[in-house]
């Protein structure tokens, strides 16, 4: 509930948007309507694997008030797409290998009359067999997936002699840890309308993380300029990493092509369930061992991700896994094997946390098993084993120096002490325990990926500062960030200030919303105008008022003598100034990389962060309910006090579903759970009464990168602090995720009989 | 396969009779095509879920006799009888008006926007609803009109025959003196179905003997059952530890759940013998 900022108080600002969502009247692009539209539905298979023989739309093409429908033959570009390489059908031709795949996409004059025609497309089918587990999918005879086989990547690290390693332990704890498919659950299903404008551009009106990006894999799609797309992709309701791939975009812009009339389509959520993208499943092979002082002296791991039928980021977010499988432990000895395989189950992707809460939930286990064999504190454990300020990143490479994972790591053993003395329960059936881990959580793509950042800052003809950026606002609070940091800057009021993001035809190039990086790169982008841009503002003012520009300052309303009176008013200057040439500054450049780093995708800037869970576990039905939950968060200055609390506890509770209720389950290769009210997310009863945050804010001496993102680092360590409380109130351990009652109740029940009176 | 899209609601009427004879006869015109609805929560669920919507919803929003609730006299007893259009929410804001059993059973159902429109004939209608485990176990009767007769018949019969009548109203005892316990637990705390319920009431003398003892179970996926052998087990006992042991192995016995996608049959066993032992020995001893 409250947050703790340990070197100063921020002011709570209400986020600039904050109004419009909560009352409603924010229009989302999905709530838009132009004249003259239309509505679009898309034909998905029906079946997880099978060959396509025909595809029919005669019968369909009848029905009054269908307009369009378009099959892979009306793909006039490159008939795939794939953040990496495209190699999902935009419209299947001949094969479909999951449920969610597109076959064709009908435009009419209603919803209804869309959906009847979808039912009158005929697809004939060869079912062929379909693969469920990756472990399958890799065996030599089984059916390939893609033309290279199904092993879509191989990340692989290893330093010293793991096996040598293992010789000199006294202890050592091999375990295998299953996490499950998560969906993103977004309150915004995927959508949007797609207008064809006059001029034959097109206007694309739908959310996304990255609009270039989008506008890119679509010119590719559709055989166009990429100048003649435009994608508007803000605001959204919502994505954590879902929309960040192309969703309904290319559908929409087919039709809206074919049919010369805007476009809308807007997945209901069995529609968004089937398709959308989801967090890989993973099963981790750990095997870590120790000295007799508590040394962790070696550690193999085998990471197997499913990826289901297509890349999109897979190999992205396998290389996190590996990245961050030493997490931020100091270990001599290291081999990592990660292998991302296709399936025939739902496309798994980017998802906030990014292939480490998987990882780390699996490390962290580890390390409480290990100092359960050592009967050591499990802080002390972690305490011997952490890594330095000035130690390298979890690869080897040369990183920030930090000392985020000893600050988390302090935090939370003070809030430990604090909460040990309220496990008082009435009920002789409840216990509770309580459980810390820690994480480390990399910002950006990446090294060896195009990783672009920028902005830009003008002052308009209306007297305005204009901040521009290429970030697009998901929810998260990227408003808040420029607002907050703008008028720190200048000096300026809210009213002062004007902020474009989320338009391909008025934002510079700032790279995607992802990776926990835009606040981060909206610091750094300002950092780097701010005094070119004052410096301007303040010569104009001069020449305007006659007055010296040494005894000019920015402030709220305009420029302030030093004798603090208002001198000229932002909008007078604009007005006085408006012959000149319009004063801009902007600039271009690339979130820092490590200059020594090996593996592709390891990361320079990190943060950290640590969690107290406190739960309560009842022994008739192995039901966990969180009471507490604390995290310590080690990622440079607050920028917006709201809108970190949100990202912190927010992740908190994204992870507490993850951890005890969220499985997309499949069943031969088809969703089991298809609406929410199977798929359970957590509600309001579910979540912790107090879920405390506390910001360390502390940077190292000469840290010139600023605030770190937060956008994702809430949710990493959640997982593994609930299920050592668990193990701490039950003495059970839990290596596969959500956790099951019925496991516990199992586990429990083999103590023994009850004494029921 | 796989149905998807949205339903078209468009070609369904929705029918108002005013009397219970109107609507009866309105079912048997239009037969399969045709529903009864009241709150239409449940019916709402399978829509989204793309099973068709009937032609013709016949709503009982104007039928007055499944109205409101008040007082009656059952064989001398003291009922209080609740209209089948008595919504869940009504039911769990109106502590003084009814037992706490069913308070607490309808606090427990889904969300406060399904509250407020859900109604108990709906929820017994449905089979699985979870105010049936809390009617079985107060000995509850329902009144139903069957097209030509309204019948007053026991709670338990009308569930174990799967009755088509047409609910009217259920009476439940006003004895105030029994013991009882209602438990239910979901995946997650709230606006979720069932895995299992248990609910049940006896009487205890000075002697810690427990008499009148009825005990019911229940699920989403599970057909709601009164469980006869332990009601038997414990008649005229007062629980110690063995006796209470034998009670655990006949429910596992005697439930019989079913196993669905998201827990098993042996899951739900073991929850129902750990409630009902744990909530007879909290109550008894």
Same mark, same amino acid.
């Given at each position: 509930?409250?947050?703790?900022? %340990?070197?100063?108080?921020?002011?709570?600002?209400?986020?600039?948007?904050?109004?419009?969502?909560?009352?409603?009247?924010?229009?989302?692009?999905?709530?838009?309507?132009?004249?003259?539209?239309?509505?679009?539905?898309?034909?998905?298979?029906?079946?997880?694997?099978?060959?396509?023989?025909? !595809? %029919?739309?005669?019968?369909?093409?009848?029905?009054?008030?269908?307009?369009?429908?378009?099959?892979?033959?009306?793909?006039?570009? #490159?008939?795939?797409?794939?953040?990496?390489?495209?190699?999902?059908?935009?419209?299947?031709?001949?094969?479909?290998?999951?449920?969610?795949?597109?076959?064709?996409?009908?435009?009419?004059?209603? !919803?209804?009359?869309?959906?009847?025609?979808?039912?009158?497309?005929?697809?004939?089918?060869?079912?062929?067999?379909?693969?469920?587990?990756?472990?399958?999918?890799?065996?030599?005879?089984?059916?390939?997936?893609?033309?290279?086989?199904?092993?879509?990547?191989?990340?692989?690290?290893?330093?010293?002699?793991?096996?040598?390693?293992?010789?000199?332990?006294?202890?050592?704890?091999?375990?295998?840890?299953?996490?499950?498919?998560?969906?993103?659950?977004?309150?915004?299903?995927?959508?949007?309308?797609?207008?064809?404008?006059?001029?034959?551009?097109?206007?694309?009106?739908?959310?996304?993380?990255?609009?270039?990006?989008?506008?890119?894999?679509?010119?590719?799609? #559709?055989?166009?300029?990429?100048?003649?797309?435009?994608?508007?992709?803000?605001?959204?309701?919502?994505?954590?990493?879902?929309?960040?791939?192309?969703?309904?975009?290319?559908?929409?812009?087919?039709?809206?092509?074919?049919?010369?009339?805007?476009?809308?389509?807007?997945?209901?959520?069995?529609?968004?369930?089937? +398709?959308?993208?989801?967090?890989?499943?993973?099963?981790?092979?750990?095997?870590?061992?120790?000295?007799?002082?508590?040394?962790?002296?070696?550690?193999?791991?085998?990471?197997?991700?499913?990826?289901?039928?297509?890349?999109?980021?897979?190999?992205?977010?396998?290389?996190?896994?590996?990245?961050?499988?030493?997490?931020?432990?100091?270990?001599?000895?290291?081999?990592?094997?990660?292998?991302?395989?296709?399936?025939?189950?739902?496309?798994?992707?980017?998802?906030?946390?990014?292939?480490?809460?998987?990882?780390?939930?699996?490390?962290?286990?580890?390390?409480?098993?290990?100092?359960?064999?050592?009967?050591?504190?499990?802080?002390?454990?972690?305490?011997?084993?952490?890594?330095?300020?000035?130690?390298?990143?979890?690869?080897?490479?040369?990183?920030?120096?930090?000392?985020?994972?000893?600050?988390?790591?302090?935090?939370?053993?003070?809030?430990?002490?604090?909460?040990?003395?309220?496990?008082?329960? %009435?009920?002789?059936?409840?216990?509770?325990?309580?459980?810390?881990?820690?994480?480390?959580?990399?910002?950006?793509?990446?090294?060896?990926?195009?990783?672009?950042?920028?902005?830009?800052?003008?002052?308009?003809?209306?007297?305005?500062?204009?901040?521009?950026?290429?970030?697009?606002?998901?929810?998260?609070?990227?408003?808040?960030?420029?607002?907050?940091?703008?008028?720190?800057?200048?000096?300026?009021?809210?009213?002062?200030?004007?902020?474009?993001?989320?338009?391909?035809?008025?934002?510079?190039?700032?790279?995607?919303?992802?990776?926990?990086?835009?606040?981060?790169?909206?610091?750094?982008?300002?950092?780097?105008?701010?005094?070119?841009?004052?410096?301007?503002?303040?010569?104009?003012? %001069?020449?305007?008022?006659?007055?010296?520009?040494?005894?000019?300052?920015?402030?709220?309303?305009?420029?302030?003598?030093?004798?603090?009176?208002?001198?000229?008013?932002?909008?007078?200057?604009?007005?006085?100034?408006?012959?000149?040439?319009?004063?801009?500054?902007?600039?271009?450049?690339?979130?820092?990389?490590?200059?020594?780093?090996?593996?592709?995708?390891?990361?320079? #800037?990190?943060?950290?962060?640590?969690?107290?869970?406190?739960?309560?576990?009842?022994?008739?039905?192995?039901?966990?309910?969180? #009471?507490?939950?604390?995290?310590?968060?080690?990622?440079?200055?607050?920028?917006?006090?709201?809108?970190?609390?949100?990202?912190?506890?927010?992740?908190?509770?994204?992870?507490?579903?993850?951890?005890?209720?969220?499985?997309?389950?499949?069943?031969?290769?088809?969703?089991?759970?298809?609406?929410?009210?199977?798929?359970?997310?957590?509600?309001?009863?579910?979540?912790?009464?107090?879920?405390?945050?506390?910001?360390?804010?502390?940077?190292?001496?000469?840290? !010139?990168?600023?605030?770190?993102?937060?956008?994702?680092?809430?949710?990493?360590?959640? +997982?593994?602090?609930?299920?050592?409380?668990?193990?701490?109130?039950?003495?059970?351990?839990?290596?596969?995720?959500?956790?099951?009652?019925?496991?516990?109740?199992?586990?429990?029940?083999?103590?023994?009989?009850?004494?029921?009176? | 396969?796989?149905?998807?899209?949205?339903?078209?609601?468009?070609?369904?009427?929705?029918?108002?009779?005013?009397?219970?004879?109107?609507?009866? *006869?309105?079912?048997?015109?239009?037969?399969?095509?045709?529903?009864?609805?009241?709150?239409?929560?449940?019916?709402?669920?399978?829509?989204?879920?793309?099973?068709?919507?009937?032609?013709?919803?016949?709503?009982?929003?104007?039928?007055?006799?499944?109205?409101?609730?008040?007082?009656?006299?059952?064989?001398?007893?003291?009922?209080?009888?609740?209209?089948?259009?008595?919504?869940?929410?009504?039911?769990?804001?109106?502590?003084?008006?009814?037992?706490?059993?069913?308070?607490?059973?309808?606090?427990?159902?889904?969300?406060?926007?399904?509250?407020? $429109?859900?109604?108990?004939?709906?929820?017994?209608?449905?089979?699985?609803?979870?105010?049936?485990?809390?009617?079985?176990?107060?000995?509850?009767?329902?009144?139903?009109?069957?097209?030509?007769?309204?019948?007053?018949?026991?709670?338990?019969?009308?569930?174990?025959?799967?009755?088509?009548?047409?609910?009217?109203?259920?009476?439940?005892?006003?004895?105030?003196?029994?013991?009882?316990?209602?438990?239910?637990?979901?995946?997650?705390?709230?606006?979720?179905?069932?895995?299992?319920?248990?609910?049940?009431?006896?009487?205890?003398?000075?002697?810690?003997?427990?008499?009148?003892?009825?005990?019911?179970?229940?699920?989403?996926?599970?057909?709601?059952?009164?469980?006869?052998?332990?009601?038997?087990?414990?008649?005229?006992?007062?629980?110690?530890?063995?006796?209470?042991? $034998?009670?655990?192995?006949?429910?596992?016995?005697?439930?019989?759940?079913?196993? *669905?996608?998201?827990?098993?049959?042996?899951?739900?066993?073991?929850?129902?013998?750990?409630?009902?032992?744990?909530?007879?020995?909290?109550?008894?001893?």
């Amino acid at each position: 509930m409250a947050i703790q900022i %340990s070197l100063f108080n921020k002011k709570k600002k209400i986020r600039p948007d904050g109004l419009g969502k909560v009352t409603g009247a924010l229009k989302y692009l999905t709530d838009l309507s132009f004249p003259g539209m239309l509505y679009g539905k898309i034909l998905r298979s029906t079946e997880p694997h099978a060959e396509i023989q025909s !595809i %029919s739309v005669d019968q369909a093409k009848q029905l009054p008030g269908v307009r369009a429908i378009v099959t892979y033959k009306d793909v006039p570009g #490159l008939n795939g797409f794939g953040l990496i390489f495209p190699d999902q059908p935009v419209l299947c031709e001949d094969r479909v290998r999951y449920v969610g795949d597109a076959i064709a996409a009908v435009a009419a004059d209603t !919803i209804e009359i869309a959906d009847a025609a979808l039912q009158l497309i005929k697809v004939e089918y060869k079912k062929l067999p379909v693969i469920v587990d990756p472990e399958e999918a890799l065996h030599p005879n089984a059916p390939r997936l893609h033309p290279d086989g199904n092993l879509l990547h191989r990340a692989y690290y290893s330093k010293g002699d793991v096996e040598e390693g293992f010789q000199s332990c006294s202890h050592i704890v091999e375990e295998i840890y299953e996490l499950p498919r998560q969906m993103h659950a977004y309150m915004e299903t995927e959508g949007g309308v797609i207008v064809p404008e006059v001029d034959g551009k097109l206007t694309v009106y739908v959310g996304t993380q990255h609009g270039f990006k989008d506008r890119y894999q679509l010119s590719r799609i #559709l055989n166009m300029n990429e100048t003649d797309i435009r994608i508007v992709s803000s605001p959204m309701g919502g994505s954590f990493g879902g929309k960040d791939e192309l969703n309904i975009q290319p559908y929409g812009a087919l039709l809206a092509l074919a049919t010369n009339c805007p476009v809308k389509i807007h997945q209901t959520r069995r529609e968004s369930v089937r +398709a959308g993208l989801k967090r890989h499943p993973m099963k981790i092979t750990m095997k870590t061992g120790v000295d007799d002082s508590g040394k962790i002296l070696s550690h193999k791991v085998k990471i197997l991700a499913d990826t289901g039928a297509y890349a999109t980021l897979g190999p992205a977010v396998l290389d996190f896994s590996v990245e961050h499988a030493p997490g931020p432990y100091v270990i001599p000895n290291i081999e990592i094997e990660g292998l991302s395989v296709f399936t025939n189950n739902g496309v798994a992707g980017e998802f906030r946390g990014f292939g480490g809460n998987q990882v780390t939930f699996a490390l962290e286990g580890q390390i409480d098993r290990l100092a359960e064999k050592l009967k050591m504190d499990p802080l002390e454990f972690r305490e011997k084993n952490l890594r330095q300020v000035d130690s390298p990143g979890p690869l080897g490479q040369k990183i920030a120096p930090t000392s985020g994972a000893r600050d988390v790591l302090e935090a939370i053993k003070e809030k430990l002490h604090e909460n040990t003395n309220n496990s008082h329960l %009435s009920d002789q059936w409840k216990v509770t325990g309580t459980g810390v881990a820690i994480s480390i959580h990399g910002g950006g793509l990446g090294v060896g990926r195009i990783d672009p950042a920028g902005g830009r800052l003008s002052f308009t003809k209306e007297g305005k500062i204009e901040a521009a950026f290429g970030f697009e606002e998901c929810g998260q609070g990227l408003l808040a960030v420029i607002e907050t940091l703008v008028m720190e800057e200048f000096k300026c009021k809210e009213d002062d200030i004007r902020i474009v993001v989320g338009d391909t035809d008025s934002v510079p190039i700032s790279g995607s919303s992802t990776a926990s990086r835009a606040t981060s790169m909206v610091w750094n982008s300002i950092q780097r105008m701010k005094e070119t841009f004052r410096d301007e503002i303040l010569e104009r003012a %001069s020449r305007v008022t006659d007055l010296p520009v040494n005894e000019l300052t920015m402030g709220p309303n305009g420029i302030w003598l030093t004798d603090e009176s208002l001198c000229i008013s932002y909008v007078e200057l604009a007005e006085k100034t408006l012959n000149k040439p319009l004063l801009k500054v902007e600039t271009s450049f690339n979130f820092p990389v490590s200059p020594d780093a090996v593996v592709d995708g390891s990361h320079f #800037l990190y943060a950290f962060s640590s969690v107290l869970a406190r739960v309560e576990v009842d022994l008739l039905t192995g039901k966990v309910k969180v #009471l507490d939950l604390e995290q310590a968060i080690a990622a440079g200055p607050v920028v917006s006090l709201l809108g970190y609390q949100g990202q912190i506890e927010g992740g908190g509770i994204m992870a507490l579903g993850y951890s005890l209720m969220e499985e997309a389950k499949m069943e031969n290769g088809a969703y089991v759970n298809d609406n929410f009210d199977t798929y359970l997310i957590p509600t309001i009863q579910d979540v912790p009464f107090v879920m405390n945050v506390e910001a360390i804010e502390k940077l190292q001496e000469g840290d !010139i990168y600023g605030p770190r993102g937060v956008g994702e680092i809430g949710t990493i360590a959640v +997982a593994p602090a609930i299920v050592k409380a668990i193990h701490d109130a039950t003495g059970c351990w839990v290596n596969k995720l959500p956790v099951s009652r019925e496991f516990l109740l199992e586990q429990m029940a083999t103590r023994g009989e009850k004494r029921w009176v | 396969m796989i149905r998807q899209g949205t339903t078209s609601l468009i070609d369904t009427e929705v029918l108002i009779p005013t009397s219970l004879e109107q609507a009866w *006869d309105l079912k048997e015109k239009f037969g399969e095509t045709a529903s009864f609805i009241a709150g239409g929560t449940l019916m709402q669920t399978h829509w989204a879920k793309g099973f068709n919507c009937p032609l013709y919803l016949i709503s009982l929003d104007q039928v007055n006799e499944v109205k409101g609730w008040g007082k009656d006299l059952v064989n001398g007893q003291s009922y209080t009888r609740l209209g089948a259009s008595i919504t869940l929410d009504f039911c769990r804001q109106n502590k003084e008006l009814f037992h706490p059993l069913l308070v607490e059973a309808a606090r427990n159902i889904a969300a406060p926007a399904v509250r407020n $429109k859900a109604t108990i004939g709906g929820n017994i209608a449905n089979g699985f609803g979870d105010m049936i485990p809390a009617l079985l176990a107060m000995d509850a009767v329902i009144t139903v009109f069957d097209g030509n007769l309204v019948h007053l018949q026991p709670f338990y019969d009308f569930i174990k025959n799967h009755s088509q009548s047409l609910i009217i109203s259920v009476q439940v005892p006003d004895d105030q003196t029994k013991r009882f316990f209602y438990k239910k637990l979901c995946h997650r705390e709230s606006f979720t179905p069932s895995i299992v319920t248990v609910a049940g009431t006896f009487h205890l003398n000075e002697k810690k003997e427990l008499s009148a003892v009825r005990l019911a179970v229940s699920g989403s996926t599970t057909q709601p059952q009164r469980l006869y052998e332990c009601e038997r087990l414990l008649e005229g006992s007062a629980p110690t530890n063995d006796q209470l042991q $034998k009670l655990f192995q006949t429910i596992e016995e005697e439930f019989t759940p079913t196993t *669905d996608v998201f827990s098993t049959a042996i899951y739900k066993k073991s929850v129902a013998a750990n409630w009902v032992v744990s909530e007879i020995a909290r109550l008894a001893t």
